[in-house]
């Protein structure tokens, strides 16, 4: 991850990651056939390097922190805080995701990689949550990838959206043709006359199949959480 990257991230309260819920964009960016390419990877990638960079963190001191804990009696959480402090992570957030994690301060100095991990992973979810706004919703298999990302990332909020219809709706809204608030399920054509009858079939779509289906176009509703 870059270091402007990195900076974002350490200031940020939640992560916005759009992926195409039409799975026609692989992992490099680079179109594909319309449902070959699994946006869940793009999740999964993006927790894990989030995951081993929190974690790369806490290691650079672990053996310190653990041994403070055991011979001292230092809370573990007082020391991760000190460690975490800069990234906008709490007390409230350490002490959530051992709990979650169903580890032990007392005992860190017994616990194996793979339950540090654990933690490390719980702490990530609590302390920067991913949202998953799933563009392109309109399109082939986005409603199906839909529910795929749903059931796979029970504790993220998954968002329906079309970028596209939100610009849609927003130049025409600033060329007067419509009146839309962003978030609403709904706009008003204000001249129909200036519209070509392809045009308004387009836009009849984008009520019918976006904005009354989803509740909005979505990227409103994702600012708004």
């Not at 026609?24 to 179109?31: N, P, S, Y």
């Not at 749903?150 to 219809?165: G, K, M, N």
């Amino acid at each position: 991850m870059g270091n402007q990257f990195l900076d974002d991230l350490r200031q940020a309260d939640v992560l916005i990651h759009i992926v195409d819920a039409s799975g026609a964009l692989d992992a490099e960016g680079q179109e594909v056939d319309a449902g070959s390419y699994d946006p869940i990877n793009d999740v999964k990638f993006l927790e894990e390097e989030l995951t081993e960079w929190m974690l790369g963190i806490i290691q650079k001191d672990w053996r310190r922190i653990t041994g403070r804990v055991r011979s001292e009696g230092v809370k573990l959480e007082e020391l991760l805080l000190e460690k975490l402090s800069g990234l906008k992570i709490t007390r409230v957030h350490i002490l959530k995701a051992l709990r979650d994690s169903n580890l032990k301060a007392e005992t860190v100095d017994k616990w194996t990689d793979d339950e540090t991990k654990a933690f490390v992973q719980s702490l990530q979810k609590i302390a920067k949550p991913i949202i998953i706004a799933a563009n392109k919703i309109d399109r082939p298999n986005a409603e199906d990838n839909l529910k795929r990302l749903e059931e796979e990332f029970p504790d993220y909020l998954v968002v329906p959206v079309s970028a596209l219809a939100e610009k849609v709706l927003k130049n025409l809204e600033k060329k007067g043709v419509i009146k839309y608030i962003p978030g609403d399920d709904d706009f008003e054509v204000l001249t129909p006359d200036s519209l070509k009858k392809n045009e308004l079939v387009q836009l009849e779509k984008i009520c019918d199949e976006i904005l009354k289906k989803y509740g909005g176009s979505g990227v409103q509703n994702i600012l708004n959480k």
